[in-house]
């Protein structure tokens, strides 16, 4: 099976945790759209979404979909979306497409979190992909440096030779070099650090399931 083809695999199965009448928190990235294309075929059956990015409300718009401000939402029974990397413990590194912070914030109200992942997300340390860190631009030199006395390579992300700019209007450093052993701990000082927005670490809150996509099906991980 292809990566794409074990993404659309977790998509699928990710539609058996959809609540009927519901409104479902959506993520963002290759796999999240696999399973909002998925939830498209059985929109009819939930309420409406609440989107993790201006991406994310593009796409499901695009089918019909409902999508609310999160502001006119209390709960969600579940909030759904992909990983770049997740360990045992369910404590995942996000943001490889930019959107942590919208997604912690969806993820906070919701009452769980699944996250849909092909096989090679699953990793025993996590760090090998660079920590995204949301930052307000006049911190970047600053929270940097920080990062460098942690032992991380800190490298502000650019697209097209500019700093990329979220949805948020904040700029993303991705921290490589970390060998991530207590992502908890790790979680809270970057954010303790002035001018960080949020960190891609979902460790203090993380996933409630995990559905992996391996080359023989879906196995399922409860935290
Ligand atoms: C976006 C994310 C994504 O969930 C993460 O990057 C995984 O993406 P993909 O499903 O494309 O592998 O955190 O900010």
Partial sequence: MTQDELKQAVARAALDYVVDGAIIGVGTGSTANF??????????????????????????????????????????????????EI??????????????????????????????????????VMGQFPLPIEIIPMACASVSRSLAALGAKPVLRLKDGHPLVTDNGGWIIDAGGLKITNPRALEQSINDMPGVITNGLFAR????????????????LKF
């Fill in 205 to 220: 809150k993380g996933a409630d399931v995990c559905l992996l996509g391996m080359a023989d099906g879906v196995t399922v």
């Fill in 35 to 84: 399973f909002i294309d998925e939830l498209a075929n059985i929109k009819s059956r939930i309420k409406g979404t609440v989107a993790s990015s201006e991406a994310t409300a593009a796409r499901l718009k695009s089918h019909g979909i409902t999508v609310f401000d999160l502001n006119d939402v209390d709960a969600m029974p579940v909030y759904i979306d992909g990983a770049d």
């Fill in 87 to 124: 360990d045992a413990s369910g404590a995942m590194i996000k943001g490889g497409g930019a959107a942590l912070t919208r997604e912690k914030i969806v993820a906070s109200v919701a009452d769980k979190f699944i996250c849909i992942a092909d096989g090679s997300k699953l990793v025993e």
